[in-house]
């Protein structure tokens, strides 16, 4: 999946979570441990094997299922003494959709969920070639375009633009926490 695909499920899965659960919209903080839990095991795992070479896939140590639960326990270690709970509930939910979202990826390529991604290191995915970190981004960014373009406005366009105007206005429906916070520094720097 897209890094703007993991934060988009994390957020609204987050979002959901948070208003039926607790009866309030996430905070600012909340989304920014919200986007980072999603981005981080590809914060990992992709510069592991494609730049430094330490992994054979893209899928290794920050996808593990095994790995997983120590740092979700980290994320609560470390808000224990603030005491701000929702914070660590907030990252860990967003890491897990992550490790969840890539498993079940495959299906919309009509394959099979793929759960060797987070079974290192019992099992992994075959690895692909071995070009460097921004070949990898570039190859991967052109595949994009074509997916998206090829047959002129095609479903897998309108459905991605139809999941990124949900995702909006969930996002303003919460009050457009993250955003609205650095509207407001912004603003009262300026004053």
Same mark, same amino acid.
């Given at each position: 999946m897209?890094?703007?695909?993991?934060?988009?499920?994390?957020?609204? @899965?987050?979002?959901?979570?948070?208003?039926?659960? !607790? *009866?309030?919209?996430? %905070? #600012?903080?909340?989304? +920014?441990?919200?986007? $980072?839990?999603?981005?981080?095991?590809? @914060?990992?795992?992709?510069?592991?094997?494609?730049? !430094? *070479?330490?992994?054979? %896939? #893209?899928?290794?140590? +920050?996808?593990?299922? $095994?790995?997983?639960?120590?740092?979700? @326990?980290?994320?609560?270690?470390l808000v224990a003494r603030s005491g701000d709970w929702r914070l660590a509930g907030a990252f860990s939910l967003a890491y897990l959709s992550h490790?969840?979202?890539?498993?079940?990826?495959?299906?919309?390529?009509?394959?099979?969920?793929?759960?060797?991604v987070v079974l290192w290191p019992i099992s992994s995915p075959p690895a692909g070639d071995h070009g460097g970190f921004l070949d990898h981004v570039g190859v991967y960014m052109i595949r994009y375009a074509n997916d998206l373009f090829a047959e002129g406005v095609s479903a897998g366009f309108v459905l991605q633009l139809s999941l990124a105007a949900m995702v909006v206005v969930v996002w303003i429906h919460d009050g457009a926490p993250l955003g609205s916070d650095c509207w407001r520094f912004v603003r009262d720097r300026l004053r």
């Open positions: 897209w890094p703007w695909e993991h934060v988009a499920v994390g957020y609204v @899965l987050y979002s959901l979570a948070s208003n039926l659960l !607790v *009866g309030d919209s996430p %905070t #600012g903080r909340e989304t +920014a441990a919200v986007v $980072f839990g999603s981005l981080l095991p590809d @914060l990992i795992d992709k510069p592991l094997a494609w730049t !430094v *070479g330490v992994t054979e %896939t #893209g899928y290794s140590i +920050a996808h593990s299922l $095994f790995v997983a639960p120590f740092v979700c @326990l980290v994320a609560y270690a490790l969840v979202t890539d498993v079940l990826n495959p299906i919309r390529a009509g394959r099979s969920p793929e759960p060797r």
